[in-house]
């Protein structure tokens, strides 16, 4: 029994690895397509759909370590060390309110809890970071684009995991 235990281990953190690459790099297309937009501060969250699949097919632990590595690496290789503050708090806030809410609402009434979690902390890391409360002005909008990407970033989500059978359960561990 201790080897299997072992085996799925390793795999889950092989898994892991993977998924924080894939996530890096959706997290650098999201940066260079936002740059595009003549929204400030938006982002498309794109690097969510790991983040909640890690939620329910790995469970939290991995989920977090997936989110941590990814908004530390995507500081580093954008040279923005100040975004740091912004996604990882808004990153770990909005995957434990996700992991609060997994087992009581849908996946897509989940991710948009997450979204608009997620740009409710980067207001206030903006809000402490600039010692300016009118960032406060931009709360609609966030809330907005929270509920309205975290729905498709559910949809996403929705459909990678009805392609895929998780060998570990239910990932609730």
Known sequence: MQLQDNRSAT?????SAVLCGIALALSLIDAAVSSLLPLPGFKLGLANVVSLFALIYLGGGYATLICVVRCLLTALLSGNITMLFFSLGG??????????????????????????????????????????PQVSYYLPFLLLTGAVCGFFIGILTSLVLNRVKSPYGSGTK
């Open 11 to 15: 795999s889950k953190f092989v898994l």
């Open 91 to 132: 990153g770990l806030v909005s995957l434990l309110v996700m992991f609060l809410f997994l087992k009581r609402l849908s996946l897509i009434k989940v991710s948009v809890l997450g979204g608009i979690t997620h740009n409710l902390m980067q207001l206030l890391a903006a809000a402490l970071l600039t010692a300016t």
